[in-house]
């Protein structure tokens, strides 16, 4: 076959098929401007939408777009206006999360330092004083003595509950004098000379309260069975020392017991007066 043979058979052939191929594109442009979408990307469309509602708007501007391709116009929705705002009604949204914190936080601070400024007050404060702890005015030289005197013979001993002390008359001979000079000091030896032993009715050994004897007249601890005699030295039992002891101090016509500061009891063995048990035991 010649070279003119075959130009003459391609160059139809080749028309023919750019005229199918012009037809075929404009087919598919026509169908696109439509609206029709290709399968797999309907395919796709219901994989990434499936079961999501489509609302009228979207539906709406899907429609006026595939027009506007053929020719039509794109209706674009206004945009909706948006609102002015106005402060919410505190009393209709109520204390919110943080808010609460907040306040919690604020309130426990407040009393934890309330706590602390009300506790270093009092404890600076100036104590009341006449109570058990400071200096005690249990009477005049007088009434004490008095007290002392009117005891009952069978009992002998003088009670002052707001000092928790027995004030002991103490025998007045030289012997126990120098007995007493020989064992005790200070402001104790001072109350002895006036004729005075404060003694505190807690027991040395673990503190209970010891009551007189009448019988014996000793005192005589319930909780372990110490004993001692009319002036608080140790006769028997297990504490570690005759009962302890404040000192009387004489302020004009008054008697003064300072029991803020309590000396130890004399020690085991001591015996000032050579008082010896006079009748049976209490404890
Ligand atoms: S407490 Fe008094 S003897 Fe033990």
Redesign the pocket.
Known sequence: MSSGTVIAIAIPVLVALAAVVGFTSLRRRDAQGLGHLSRETKKRDAGSLAGAPISDEAKELERSVALARVGGEISVPEPAQPEVWSPPDPEEVGVTRRQFLNRASITLMTMGLSAFGAANIAFLWPRPTGGFGSKVKIGTIASVNDVIASSSPATNFSYFSEAQTYLQPFPMDDATQQAAEAVYSGTVLEGIKMGYVALWQK?P????K?PSCATSQWFE?P????QYNRVGEKKA???PRGMDRFPVIIDGDKVIIDTGSPSQGPPIGTDTTGQGLEGPHCA
């Open positions: 027991c050994h673990l503190g209970c010891v601890c909780c372990h069975g110490s039992g297990p504490a």
